[in-house]
């Protein structure tokens, strides 16, 4: 068997697993607010999926979409943000994902 496979195969640490589902249900059953923008992350359809769509909602009506994905990472639990064109824009540890993008929401 080659190692590829034999990683897809290799279980993961629980504790790490309980850590990601926990992250990833923070950012969907919470809709953000950061200055005047409203962010809700919604959930893929598929729940062994930790991954789904977010919406970005401006108080004056402008809405921009884009994805979003919560994984375990060597060094602990990482989200992403994709823009609605599949670039990715975030690539962060969880603690630190929504404090930037409340910092790019933000600045200028």
């Known amino acids: 068997m080659s190692r ?7 279980t993961t640490d629980p ?5 990601r589902n926990k992250s990833f249900n ?3 059953l919470n809709e ?4 005047n923008y409203k ?7 598929n729940p062994q999926i930790t ?3 977010c919406v970005f909602t401006h108080k004056n009506g402008f809405i ?3 994805h979003f994905e919560v994984y375990i990472s060597d060094d ?3 989200a992403t943000l994709y823009s609605g064109h599949n670039v990715k824009m975030l690539d962060k540890p969880f603690d630190e994902y929504l404090n930037i993008i409340k910092l790019m929401l933000l600045s200028r």
């Open 4 to 10: 590829y496979i034999a990683q897809l195969s290799e």
């Open 15 to 19: 504790d790490l697993i309980t850590e």
């Open 26 to 28: 923070h950012l969907v």
């Open 32 to 35: 953000h607010e950061f200055g």
């Open 39 to 45: 962010v809700k992350f919604s959930a893929a359809n």
């Open 51 to 53: 991954a789904g769509t």
């Open 64 to 66: 921009a979409n884009g």
């Open 76 to 78: 602990g639990i990482h």
